[in-house]
């Protein structure tokens, strides 16, 4: 990997990031090198004689990815094509190890060109996406959802009708693809979640360390009793994220916190940012879903209830029935790869871009500890 690293650090230095690209076979090295007659090659080609004429960029967005929106003006045969679409670019150097190295890339633009047709899910539409194979420079763009939907934080309220929609998104995702023989093959070429966690931690080899720290700089937003085993914490997350090698497999989103949900405008709850999708077993989207989503008062009294509905309807969907019990315990020992999310969102190891502002990070720090501290997630295994 650091090879790897190392190739992808001399392209950038060495490239012409301004490169501007005509054809849509071509990938952007940055927003800058996009042209109307690339946005024509992407967007027209289903409509004769339509062409972008001008377009501009909203504000950037960056952080694990650079995010921006282009406002697009076509000829008199574009009208009714996107007036703006939403893009995810890997520009920085950061962003192209992080995202280049873990896969991220690559996952999510082989979400939307190989995955998101065949599920009936609420979540975004790809309009075009790829990855170059060797800058690791990507680009995916999207349908822009703008003012058609709310996108959450950690300040929307999450009544019981939003966390059940939750689950009904998430049991459609599990089940359509439970056990299923294509899981790893060219029509879903995802890695598993032990294999991804892998190549992410290796980005960094301070991923663990920095993990720790954050840990520590956090201790006033858990409970004491959990801070006394801190040295537990890394071996239990070890151990939750090599449970998916025993456990049965479906494609999971594996990144389902609420900033990562939004309300639709006709109330239901769709998934974005599908640039960690694995294969897995569902319960780490579970119980990280819920325990982001709902607050530390909220949660102990709808989580068991919420857990019975999606066991439901995973097996009203077609995969087997399982127990309570045995959900619970998948669930408690999942919870540990959750926490790692926001530790080292709190302290970023390095080589790694800042991802979310401090308020939302304390306060799902706060979340999952509290649950961690609840389930006994440390004794769980």
């Known amino acids: 990997m650091q090879d790897l690293a190392a190739r992808i650090t001399d392209l950038f230095l060495n490239e012409d990031h301004g490169m501007k690209v005509t054809k ?35 504000v950037r967005d960056d952080g694990s990815s650079n995010r921006r929106r282009i406002f697009l003006r076509y000829n008199e045969a574009g009208a009714g094509l996107p007036a703006s679409v939403f893009c995810k670019a890997a520009e920085g150097l950061d962003n192209r190890l992080v995202l280049g190295i873990s896969g991220a890339a690559a996952h999510e633009t082989n979400f939307y060109n190989k995955v998101r047709s065949r599920i009936q899910i609420e979540a975004p539409v790809g309009l075009w996406a790829a990855v170059d194979p060797e800058s690791y420079a990507s680009l995916i763009m999207l349908q822009d959802l703008g003012d058609s939907v709310t996108f959450c934080d950690e300040r929307t309220r999450m009544d019981w009708d939003r966390a059940t929609r939750q689950m009904t998104t998430l049991a459609k995702l599990h089940s359509r693809f439970y056990e299923s023989d294509e899981l790893g093959s060219p029509s879903i070429p995802f890695s598993t979640w032990p294999e991804w966690w892998r190549n992410m931690t290796s980005v960094s080899p301070k991923f663990a360390e920095s993990c720790d720290i954050a840990f520590g700089q956090s201790e006033p937003l858990m409970p004491a009793r959990l801070f006394r085993r801190r040295s537990e914490i890394w071996p239990t997350t070890e151990r939750s994220v090599e449970r998916h090698r025993e456990l049965p497999r479906t494609l999971i989103h594996c990144d389902v916190h609420l900033k990562n949900w939004y309300i639709s405008n006709t109330g ?87 991802m979310q502002p401090m308020r939302t990070t304390h306060e799902f720090l706060r979340r999952l500890y509290a649950a961690i501290d609840d389930h006994d997630s440390l004794d769980s295994f």
Request: a negative charge; aromatic letters at 12%; charged letters at 25%.
């Open 268 to 354: 239901g709850m769709g998934l974005s940012d599908w640039q960690i999708a694995s294969i897995g077993h569902w319960s780490r989207d579970v119980v990280y879903t819920m325990t982001t989503a709902l607050t530390i008062d909220d949660r102990p009294r709808w989580e068991k209830d919420l857990v019975r509905f999606y066991v439901d309807l995973m097996a009203e969907y077609g995969a087997p029935k399982v127990s309570i019990e045995e959900t619970w315990v998948n669930l408690r020992q999942q919870l540990l790869t959750a926490l790692a999310f926001w530790t080292i969102t709190l302290r970023p190891a390095p080589g790694m871009p800042d």
């Open 24 to 58: 849509a076979s071509e990938v952007p090295r940055s927003y800058e090198a996009i042209t109307s007659e690339w946005l024509t090659d992407v967007l027209c080609r289903q409509t004769p004689g339509a062409r972008v004429i001008e377009f501009r960029f909203d």
